[in-house]
């Protein structure tokens, strides 16, 4: 496996991984919650550098049915987490639990969605 494959999915363990904690604030407390907060926000900038390529194609080439709905998909992710980040750093709780839980679903779909095609690509 190359580096790079390897450093996404490290960042991808990670991000999942501080997603499930940050879901549980009641057992990690508001200092962590922040902390790990943060943490997820510079895993998911490392994760968009990384995929770079990927954005730099939107509105390049043709657009099938499924290539629409995963570039809708990743602009609603990312929109909602930035929603999620300034909701909590406001101290908008409901905005904050609602955007929290939107996001969970949307990475769900968007794991299914990317995992899918990463997990073909890792078979050939």
Known sequence: MRIKKICKLCIDIGMLAIMVLLMNLGRTGIALHMSLGAVLFILLVLHNI??????AGIGKGTYSRTRWERTVLNVLLLFDFLVVMISGTM??????????????????LHIFAHGKKASAKHRN
């Not at 990384?50 to 954005?55: A, E, H, S, Y």
């Open 50 to 55: 990384m995929n770079l390529l990927w954005w």
């Open 91 to 108: 101290y908008a709780a409901g905005l904050h639990r609602v955007t929290a839980i939107l996001f969970l679903i949307l990475t769900i």
